[in-house]
């Protein structure tokens, strides 16, 4: 598979070329030369197939001649090594967990995947590579989980001191080993300033091998399609295909999802789900994007003002507007909104929602109000113990901390202490 810049001045490149460069040297998005059509016969039987044999299945086409059939299995493997599990809510809404992983939210699938693509890649220089990521707070967490271990890899994280919440804190700084967390004394924009400069510093490039962990790239991208297949697996009604609704915020994982439909899974309709943050929802009723500045919400990981990867849904669409239209629509949730949904759906269904997961379920519901006939499954995107204090105060209870994070809150906290200039950051990657 070969895949070119949605901005259409870089030259075609491979699965690995792409995962190791990221973004491409003309500012755009890798993107699938052509999208691959699954077997019918996967989907037809697909209660048969074991889980990893369907995500092999599903991403085998896009890493063709870049890692090996048995190679590849062993990393689809591990990437889905915990449930994801679909969930009953009510009769018409159900819910697909994917917050089972190490760090309770659904980027360790990425994550876990594009980590080990890496790994697999330098396994054969004799180079180390190290991954430097700025993080608020979750992404950090996924990636530096998603390395944990892997040979020829280092990983340089930079995060806001006193700005990430305790359980994202201990998720940076615990793991030791090839990890190495950063507490920048300064913010976030700190962060991602002096990350930006090592990635534009010559003398540093020629020194060391840096690639970043960005969103955008392909090997976090496309295994986001594995879940949506695995959510149909469990889907019981085959004749009646779900309405997904998405928590979204860069549009990445709504955009694995319309592919995975694109390329021949049963889906009757995407919903973005959107906090105020909704740029898209603009999008559909005017055909224009209009970025901004975004808005803090509740629902924090979704506040994006310039989703990265809707250009991605625009290029699966050939730029139709009344195709995507067709399959796509959207619907903005307040923070008032969600917090009445977090309460009423512990109330009614005693099923504890994170922020991001109301939003989802809201959307999806105000979408089946109008659909009779039509059922649906939103995403569930965190674990609600990753927000304590919005779900403490709306359902009365305090979320329980799973057993396999409670071990890490009692690890010790090992971090390099620096101030927000870049001089300290380049003397630290050469010490
Ligand atoms: C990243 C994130 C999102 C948004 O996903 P996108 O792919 O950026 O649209 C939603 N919910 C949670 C909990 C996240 O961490």
């Given amino acids: 598979m070969k895949y070119y810049s949605t901005n259409k001045q870089a030259s075609l490149v491979d699965f690995k070329e792409a995962t190791i460069s990221g973004q491409a040297p003309d500012k755009g998005l890798y993107f699938p030369e052509q999208l691959p059509a699954v077997e019918k016969e996967l989907i037809d039987d697909i209660e048969k197939y074991p889980d990893e044999e369907i995500a092999f ?3 085998r086409p896009y890493v063709a001649g870049s890692i090996p059939d048995d190679k590849l299995m062993q990393i689809v493997k591990e990437t889905i090594s915990f449930p994801i599990p679909l969930v009953k809510i009510s009769d018409t809404i159900s819910t697909l967990e994917l917050f089972h992983g190490p760090t309770l939210a659904f980027k360790d699938v990425g994550a876990r995947f594009m980590s080990r693509c890496l790994g697999y890649f330098v396994g054969g220089q004799n180079k180390k590579m190290t991954v430097l990521v700025a993080t608020s707070g979750d992404t950090g967490g996924a990636v530096a989980n998603g390395f944990y271990n ?7 994280i930079l995060y806001p001191s006193g700005k990430v919440s305790p359980v994202q804190e201990k998720q940076l700084t615990t793991l030791g080993k090839n990890i190495h967390a950063l507490e920048i004394e ?3 924009d700190d962060c ?17 091998f840096l690639t970043s962990a960005n969103s955008i790239n392909v090997a976090r991208w496309l295994p986001q399609q594995f879940y949506y297949f695995l959510a149909y697996k469990q889907w019981a009604d085959k004749s009646n295909p779900p309405v997904i609704s998405v928590p979204s915020g860069n549009f990445g994982n709504i955009c694995a ?18 906090n105020v943050n909704d740029v ?12 901004r500045g975004a808005v803090a919400t509740l629902s924090n990981a979704m506040d994006v003002g310039n989703p990265s990867n809707f250009v991605r849904i625009l290029e699966i ?15 903005t949730i307040t923070d008032e909104e969600t917090t009445h949904t977090i309460r009423e759906v512990y109330a009614k269904y005693n099923y504890t929602l994170d922020p991001h997961g109301a939003v989802g379920y809201l959307a999806l519901k105000r979408y089946l109000d109008d659909h009779t006939g039509d059922k649906g499954l939103f995403l569930e995107t965190a674990h609600p113990v ?3 204090d919005a779900v403490e105060q709306y359902t009365g209870k305090k979320p329980e901390l799973p057993a396999s994070v409670q071990g890490i809150m009692n690890s010790k906290k090992i971090s390099t202490v620096m101030k927000p200039h870049y001089e300290s950051l380049k003397d630290y990657l050469l010490r």
């Fill in 57 to 59: 299945r599903v991403i």
């Fill in 150 to 156: 892997v040979d020829g890899v280092e990983v340089v």
């Fill in 186 to 188: 300064g913010n976030f």
């Fill in 192 to 208: 991602q300033r002096m990350v930006k400069e090592a990635f534009t510093d010559e003398e540093l490039k020629k020194r060391k």
């Fill in 257 to 274: 999802g319309i592919l995975a439909n694109r390329s021949g899974l049963p889906v009757k309709h995407f919903i973005a789900a959107c």
């Fill in 280 to 291: 898209v929802s603009g999008y559909l009723q005017t055909q224009q994007l209009r970025p």
């Fill in 317 to 331: 669409f050939h730029h139709r507007f009344p195709e995507l239209k067709s399959m796509l629509s959207s619907y």
């Fill in 386 to 388: 990753k927000f304590p």
